[in-house]
């Protein structure tokens, strides 16, 4: 998979710089540099996500800065643009965590709560884990129909609604994902039943 078909790795962490941060080589590795993007200010962090809906990202959010927890209030911020947005949450301790700050959280969908002591190598899985969770999601599906066309095309007004709005390929994949829009919700709608309809009448697509 080229680079530019990865989803994009935020990682949320006032450590994010330190040099004994294993973790960050190992995404680096995995995803490319160019493909994670590291934030030691959450507003920063919540800014690239806002500004990039139209991709697939997955965010690794700490909890902790400075001594507080900011990392709760950065979770609603980022779940309040798209619920689609894969979070990994590191925390320090489990055990310490707020019964209340963990039903936010699944409440919320994060995708996955890990302390901060599990390796590197768990915690990359965590992120391959839900990168494939996203690809079978059909905002994933179509993002990857989308990146295969040129950018030119990517731009162009691709359908219309009945009220005379105008989509272009990005402007669906936005839309989709942050879920604010009639228009999207009845594409994704129709993708999934024709796509059910689909696999109804040729069973041998199924697993190819």
Not at 169 to 185: C, F, G, Q, S
């Amino acid at each position: 998979m080229k680079p530019a078909n990865k989803p994009y790795i935020v990682v949320i962490d006032d450590d994010v710089h330190k040099e004994d941060y294993p973790l960050i080589d190992f995404i680096e590795r995995a995803y490319g540099e160019e493909r994670v993007k590291l934030f030691e200010e959450p507003k920063d962090g919540v800014d690239f996500v806002k500004a990039h809906l139209s991709e697939r990202i997955i965010v690794v959010l700490d909890i902790m800065f400075d001594g507080q927890a900011i990392g709760f209030d950065v979770f609603d911020q980022i779940i309040e643009e798209s619920v689609l947005v894969c979070i990994i949450v590191m925390t320090g301790s489990l055990e310490s965590t707020k019964s209340t700050d963990l039903q936010k959280l699944i409440n919320g969908h994060a995708w996955y709560l890990v302390g901060r002591d599990e390796s590197a190598k768990s915690i990359l899985k965590l992120i391959k884990d839900a990168e494939d969770h996203l690809s079978m999601r059909v905002d994933g599906a179509l993002e990857e129909w989308v990146l295969r066309q040129n950018a030119e095309d990517q731009k162009k007004p691709f359908i219309t609604s009945k009220e005379g709005k105008t989509y272009s390929l990005l402007d669906i994949l936005r839309a989709i994902r942050t879920e604010d829009d009639e228009v999207a919700k009845k594409l994704v709608k129709s993708i999934t039943s024709t796509a059910i309809d689909i696999l109804s009448r040729d069973k041998s697509r199924i697993g190819n």
